[in-house]
């Protein structure tokens, strides 16, 4: 069998699916560098379906495709018109939908039709969490909660939909016991593109209580710096002493020596699928702390705290929580367990097995 696969960028995880495929199947990658702006994403896309037409007399070919957006609308358009098959592998962006945070397909009506289209079209979705079909987040609001998933916004969605979680390889993620634990030190990481995503990271949360607790250290990684001189003026963060902020992109070896010495990880977000950060932290035995939204608080357990309302004081009490507990081993064998590397490579195996008969 032969795969075309289609990558919006070319994060881990993504290229961590490619090196499945490409064990077992000949590939053909197409890299779309979605962030590279509308227009060469739009010529990437007429490049795209050429491509994809091309193959209209190719034997046993797969389409594949990471989120639902524009190009997987064109690639199960040219899988009807090729009569090919087609999968697409989503992950968050294609389930919800919050207008204040800039945070969704759905918000453009346009760009909703279009996902819709490849949605109910293609052969099969794979979501890394079952909350990506069907969620009810009451942490964001308790009084009414914000309806999430394919299933609600895809009406008449009757595509087969399965549920493959992310896979950790955790060889790249063993702790460093050289690099002890600082006691009081608390974690957050995560990727800001635009100010939507400061507040979906609960950012601003962890700046008030690091602002709140002088006794304990807190780092920060992710800010995007073009957006510091906003955060000084809204967040005054320069006056907190015990807070460190790290912008932007940080080379992996930097974080894994955070993560090797923070006791405790915070992933206080509004909506996530199933965060990878979240997993990299446990597997280097940081007790995590999180939400209590889509795949958090499957990937906590037992092993932390998860949090249940979206406030400061929540947020607080459950970092002073996690500070008491001693699962740092039980985190890490709870990713090895459930999110590994191996478990997924089998899954979409048998999934693309099916597809070759």
């Known amino acids: 069998m032969k795969i075309v696969y289609i990558k919006p960028n070319d994060s881990s995880f993504i290229r961590g699916d490619q090196k499945i495929f490409e064990k077992y199947y000949a590939v053909t990658p197409f890299l779309l560098s979605q962030l590279k702006g509308n227009l060469h994403y739009a010529l990437m896309n007429i490049k795209l379906f050429i491509l994809l037409i091309s193959k209209v007399f190719s034997k046993n070919v797969v389409f594949i495709a990471w989120f639902a957006d524009y190009h997987t609308a064109i690639m199960t358009l040219a899988a009807k018109l090729t009569g090919k098959k087609s999968i697409i592998l989503i992950g968050g962006q294609e389930a919800v939908c919050y207008h204040e945070l800039n945070k969704g397909v759905y918000r453009k009506k346009i760009r909703g039709e279009f996902v819709k289209f490849a949605l109910k079209n293609t052969d099969l979705i794979i979501a890394n969490h079952k909350s990506l079909i069907y969620h009810e987040n009451y942490y964001y609001n308790q009084d009414n909660p914000h309806i999430d998933g394919i299933k609600h916004y895809v009406k008449g969605l009757n595509t087969d939909i399965k549920v493959i979680y992310n896979g950790i390889d955790s060889s790249k993620f063993v702790r460093n016991y050289e690099l002890k634990k600082v006691e009081n030190l608390i974690l957050t990481v995560g990727t800001m593109n635009q100010i ?37 003026e809204n967040y005054k963060f320069s006056t907190i ?25 915070v992933q206080a977000s509004i909506t996530e699928g199933m965060p990878n950060t979240l997993s990299e932290a446990m597997l280097l ?73």
């Open 196 to 232: 939507g995503d400061f507040y979906n990271k609960g950012y601003d949360l962890f700046i008030q209580v690091a602002r709140r607790n002088p006794a304990l250290q807190f780092i920060l990684i992710g800010l995007n710096p073009a957006f510091l001189t906003w955060t000084e």
């Open 285 to 357: 035995e940081c007790i995590p702390v999180g939400s209590n939204i889509n795949g958090i608080p499957d990937a906590i357990g037992e092993t932390g705290i998860v949090i249940k309302n979206r406030t400061v004081e929540d947020l607080e009490v459950g970092i002073k929580k996690a500070l008491t507990l001693n699962t740092a081993s039980q985190a890490r064998e709870r990713v090895i367990e459930l999110f590994s590397f191996e478990q997924r490579e089998k899954k979409l195996l048998d999934i693309l097995n099916e597809f070759s008969h």
């Open 241 to 265: 002493s015990n807070l460190k902020i790290i912008p932007s992109f940080c080379p992996q070896n930097i974080l894994n020596e955070s993560y090797n010495k923070a006791k405790v990880f």
